[in-house]
Each structure stands twice: as structure tokens, then as C-alpha cells.
């Protein structure tokens, strides 16, 4: 294997960032900087078991708004991504991730558990910041429970409409 470039090891740590805020803009409906992860031109494939089909979104507006809509305030997300395989050509990459997810549902009563691979391309735009131009996933499991079946749970958000002001 060649050694990297400086500039590669960079591009590789930008890409490690740029998917954790993904992840991060996502969990914490930050729309406005989820939707700055993704390239204009971006194809996302999205689909779930609990979503029953596959879902296929062009453009960045589009995928934002399927997430807002989808994942509004009333629904309470949580990812985790690791071990990336990625490859830097470029202003081109490409990238594996493994992922868990947890989804609470409180209107549904569920709760939703899952693992899987997510597959992504990257473009480095003109302004220099690296952004997902292809996204798409492939499921090991996904888990569902009701939450009439766990007596005990009791969900606790803290989640806010707008952050707290900080304390000086």
C-alpha cells in the first residue's frame, strides 16, 4: 500500500467529521446544518422495515425536508457510527460505516433498534467543504417493541424546542 498524502489523512479526518455531524445535526434536529453535510446534487436511498419500502430521495432540500418530516420533534433519534473504510481520490471519496440506531416513537409506543452498513460518496465542493453526494444503507436487523410490553419504561426527553440559554 502507498503511503498517504498529507492532504489525503486530512481529507480523511475531514470525512470522519463530516458524517459524525450528520449523524449529530440529525439527532439534535439541527436542519439547517444537517442539510450544509449533504452536496446539492445528493441521491439518498433510505428504507426501513418500519418505513415498509424503499425510499429514494434526489437533492438536498429534499432529503432535509423527508428528515424533518420524518423525524419532527415528537420522535426521538440516536446514531452511532464507526469503524469507516474510506477511499480518497481526489475531490472524490467513498466510505463504508457501520451504524446502530434507536428511534423512540412515544405517539406509536414504540421503540426501534437496528444495525447496518451505510455505503456514501463524497465530493469536495468549490468552497473547499467535503459533503455527502450519495447515501444509502443496507440493514443487519431492526428490532421493534412495543412499549406496552415493558411496563417500566418511562421515556424522559431532554430535548428542547430552543436550546437553553447558557449560563454565564
Not at 40 to 54: N, Q
Not at 58 to 86: C, K, Y
Not at 104 to 124: E, F, K, S
Amino acid at each position: 500500500m502507498a503511503p498517504r498524502s498529507l492532504d489525503d489523512l486530512s481529507s480523511l479526518e475531514d470525512l470522519r467529521q463530516l458524517k459524525y455531524r450528520y449523524f449529530r445535526a440529525l439527532d439534535l434536529k439541527r436542519w439547517d446544518e444537517f442539510a450544509d453535510t449533504l452536496s446539492e446534487g445528493i441521491v439518498a436511498h433510505y428504507g426501513t422495515h418500519a418505513l415498509a419500502e424503499p425510499l429514494v430521495f434526489q437533492g438536498r432540500d429534499a432529503v432535509a425536508g423527508f428528515m424533518r418530516d420524518a423525524l419532527g420533534p415528537a420522535i426521538t433519534t440516536v446514531h452511532i457510527a464507526n469503524h469507516p473504510e474510506i477511499s480518497v481520490d481526489g475531490s472524490d471519496a467513498s466510505g463504508s460505516w457501520n451504524f446502530e440506531d434507536t428511534v423512540i416513537v412515544p405517539a406509536a409506543n414504540r421503540l426501534i433498534r437496528g444495525a447496518g452498513y451505510y455505503t456514501d460518496r463524497y465530493h469536495r465542493d468549490d468552497d473547499g467543504k467535503w459533503r455527502i453526494a450519495e447515501t444509502s444503507y443496507e440493514r443487519i436487523y431492526e428490532s421493534i417493541i412495543s412499549l406496552d410490553d415493558v411496563p417500566s419504561f418511562q421515556f424522559l426527553s431532554h430535548m428542547w424546542a430552543t436550546p437553553p440559554a447558557a449560563s454565564s
